[in-house]
């Protein structure tokens, strides 16, 4: 049986989805990218400038990969690890695969970077990664290749880095479910935004301060339709929600829904050792 995303998915990523379907051009800017894509790129630029991971590479770290796609009744996509400060993401399509920057294996707990993989496990699931290889195809080659004017493709891409920020939400959702808490989520989210501290003793990020942090943000937004403008533009170009406004959104939906359906997720069912 498959692993059904319904229940996980945030009402502004059904929106935006349809919002993005709806954009002139989005069907035509579509079929282009399928006719022009070509998987092979990818996967020749994984092979010569990254490191796979797998059970003679990092095998801790690909373990914990396995136990993600086995709970989330997935194939395994391919892992790699780059040089980069504390960053992930999932590309492709029909051979999808995870990259982790190898600052991530410095400042996160083996549960944290669990909940990094399976967070990039429910963007494979959801189908995000197809279309954010489109947008990053789009802003870094530009409309040349797809052999379309820069007037439809910018509405459709601005669209659908829309869709993918609120589909982060869903994620995120999904993230927590398999990891069996909000609160690890929210801790990874902190220490790959704010990093972490070494060599001090008694020295912890602290989530609900940091919750405090995103009311007080989102309390400003509300007080002004400039600074709501503002934020938009901000973020026009990012794949992924504000990390603040991602935690406040995730700690809802718990309390909210995700406390009651992860009575019976993988990680309610079975402990893992870390």
Known sequence: ?????????????????????????????????????????????????????????????????????LDMEMEEPELYLENGRSDAMSLGDKRPFIVLQSGLISCLSMQEIRSVLACMCAHILCGHNRYETMATMMIGAGSGILGLASAIVKPVYWATMAWLRCGGFTADRIDAYITGSPDVVISKLMKMKGGIIYNHENVDLNPEAYLDQARAFQEELSL?????????????????PFPAIRCLELKKWWNEAGRTLASGSPKARREYSW
């Open 1 to 69: 049986m498959a692993f059904d995303i319904r229940p996980f998915i945030h009402p502004l990523d059904a929106k935006a989805m349809a919002a993005m379907k709806a954009v002139p051009g989005f069907d035509l800017v579509t079929d282009a990218f399928l006719k022009f894509y070509d998987e092979k790129l990818l996967h020749v630029e994984n092979m010569a400038t990254r490191v796979r991971l797998g059970p003679r590479q990092l095998p801790q770290i690909h373990k914990l990969l396995q136990e993600v796609c």
């Open 224 to 240: 002004s339709k400039i600074q709501t403008w503002t934020q938009k533009w901000i973020a026009k170009d990012l794949s992924n």
